[in-house]
């Protein structure tokens, strides 16, 4: 079945620094990917999504590229702030289909 | 997109009682969703709320222990039964339109069970 592993957290950054968060995925087709964010105490937020082959999500200053070749959606930001400190999940979702299935989730602590 | 509510948005219950989680959406979707988020874990599909119809249940998951109405394009409930430790998570509906994929999730009910 569908799957998404993304890399284990949590992560502690140093604002200004740069941030990669893996995330891989198993899926027959041509799923579309997402990044999902929770901030503490709140739901979650659509961060970005690519729905083909070679798309670039951004938003906030965060990036992500589907590349079908590897099966991956790293997610990057250049340069984080503490407002950034946030759960982050990857998740795909097949073509035509409702259901979304999720990475395990990445904790982010951004330190000023 | 939507704006969703859920209430409660936090309970502590006692083992064995019951609590009914309210989702309202501020305009009709055709789709409404209850996951469940289970601490330090990601993010289960519980089941599809289908308005008029049973809910759609995924594997792992009965409509005894989590029954589910929707009455409306616009409303709906998640009941966790009988709850026991293990049932202490956040409970979280989404929603998504008819003709789009896309899913918007409500800020969640936290549940403690003690």
């Given at each position: 079945g569908d799957s998404v592993t993304q890399m284990e957290g949590p992560v502690t950054l140093s604002e200004e620094a740069f941030l990669t968060i893996n995330c891989t995925y198993t899926a027959t087709g041509y799923p579309s990917l997402f990044w999902y964010v929770q901030y503490p105490g709140e739901g979650l937020q659509l961060l970005l999504k690519a729905t083909k082959a070679d798309d670039k999500g951004s938003n906030k200053g965060f990036e992500a590229t589907y590349r079908k070749e590897t099966t991956s959606f790293h997610l990057e930001k250049g340069s984080v702030q503490v407002s950034d400190s946030a759960v982050y999940f990857c998740a795909l979702r097949r073509s035509n289909d409702y259901k979304l299935s999720f990475g395990a989730g990445t904790t982010v602590t951004v330190r000023a | 997109s939507a704006v969703i509510s859920q209430k409660p948005s936090r309970d502590i219950c006692q083992r064995g009682t019951s609590l009914t989680i309210q989702c309202q959406v501020d305009s009709q979707v055709t789709m409404m969703f209850w996951y469940r988020q289970q601490p330090g874990q990601s993010l289960t599909l519980i089941a599809t709320a289908n308005q008029g119809s049973e809910a759609t249940y995924e594997s792992g998951f009965v409509i005894d222990k989590f029954p589910i109405s929707r009455p409306n394009l616009t409303f709906s409930t998640l009941t966790v039964s009988?709850?026991?430790?293990?049932?202490s998570s956040i409970y979280l509906c989404s929603v998504a339109r008819d003709g789009s994929y896309e899913q918007y999730f409500g800020p969640g009910t936290r549940l403690t069970v003690t």
């Open positions: - | 009988n709850m026991s430790p293990e049932d």
